[in-house]
């Protein structure tokens, strides 16, 4: 056996995945475990990729009308209470304040006191207290269509949490919109998918499949849900990103109603739309590597990291002069529309200083000593390769956005042969189960095009002997005869099968 080969994160992927995943995200320092059970801290770094995709994200809503709102944390309990299957899905997540105030008890310590006359949920999300709010902004079609989205926190009671993928509290963007016409609603449901998918690929290079749920994995309350599911490095399934057409339910459940041109009294139809801090675990499940995390440039902090070669008892003045100019030069380019985001890192640690920047993700990094001054070049390093190489100084400085690019391109289509080679057809029974029986850890098997009647009970029967799900009905998925994979049956379709997080 040859020497094992030494990497900045322990354990591997392919020892230990879950704990990989955790080690990741400690070694970045991108967030840390709170003393609130359940949740986490997001640190500079891991805030920073978040501010991007909102920014980023903001903006695509916004083309297309979309306004930002914000409405209350707490929503009351009546107000789920008004549409059944909404709060039957998220009545054993919900957190619920039921006093308004501290009294300090007979042994002197605080008690809860001043129980409130309806208790108010911590928001799990926000159809209900928005659908409020609309029903009194709505009278007439010429009210509509409303296009709402805010960014908020909510929270979802996890008895098993993994920072970014799974917390008690996590960050997201929940919009919202009412229409006059089913079309409408229906034609906004896909623009948004269409929007997230756009955005997923193109800012986190993370390759994805669109399709529409099941009826058992629907929002609860929705007429239908579409969504994105992308490959994670270990062949689990990921859901990046959810649309709902939510029909009438929710407008008859909160009384929004309209005259339309007819003069008819009438129900507005309604969507919703989400993306969450869950996108950052997916990229980091995609792209990241025994050395720690990778980003893509797109919506990476900074883009580069000069790393001035100091020597100790010497004048290091003119490398610390010709860092910064070069920062600046580098900040005079242009990346996806903005300045080339650069850090400088002179700290005197050695070789500890490059390695931190490795299990940071950063894209490029660049060591420039008295040498590299003298023939006016640069040595770099891609994140995404591991290639090193000089290059003359001016010309890196005209070719980073071109490089970043390259960095962007790379990481996709790497993650796209990943998915590729890994999702099979299958036609057999025997073959699919024996694919999931032992699939686990590093391994979860792959995605799996195979045919399925439409019935729940074989749907549930996988789920209960495989904890593998239909993970959509890709809109792609052509027509085609064959016979479900659980039962026999006559099916039309092919549907993504995969265990997912």
Known sequence: MGKKVKTAITP????DYSQWYQEVVKASDMSENSPVRGCMVIKPWGFAIWENIQRQMDAMFKETGVKNAYFPLFIPLSYLEKEAEHVDGFAKECAVVTH???????????????????????RPTSETIIGESMSRWTSSYRDLPILL???????????????????SEFLWQEGHTAHATKDEAMERTLQMLEIYARFVEERLAMPVIKGRKSESERFPGADDTTCIEAMMQDKRALQAGTSHFLGQNFAKSSNIKFQNEAGQEDYAWTTSWGTSTRMIGGMIMVHSDDDGLVVPPRIAPAHVVILPIIKKGADNSGVLESAETLKVALRQQTYYGLPVEVEIDSRDIGGARGWE????????????????IENNSVFMARRDTGEKKGLNRDEFINTIADILDDIQDTLFQRAHAFREANTV?????????????????YNNGAFVMAHWCGSGQCE?????DLSVTIRCIPFDSPDEEGTCICCGAKSDRRVLFAKAY
């Open 12 to 15: 591997t992927r392919e020892e």
């Open 100 to 122: 308004h105030k501290l009294e300090k008890g007979e042994d002197g310590r605080l008690v809860p006191a001043g129980e409130l006359a309806e208790p108010l949920i911590v």
């Open 149 to 167: 989205n805010q960014w908020a926190n909510v929270v979802r009671w996890e008895m098993r949490t993994r920072m970014f993928l799974r917390t």
């Open 357 to 372: 920047w490795v299990k940071k993700g950063i894209p490029v990094r660049v060591e420039l000593g008295p040498r590299d």
């Open 425 to 441: 057809f299958i036609d057999e029974k025997d073959k699919f189960y024996d694919l999931y029986k032992n699939a686990k850890g």
């Open 460 to 464: 549930e029967k996988i789920k209960q």
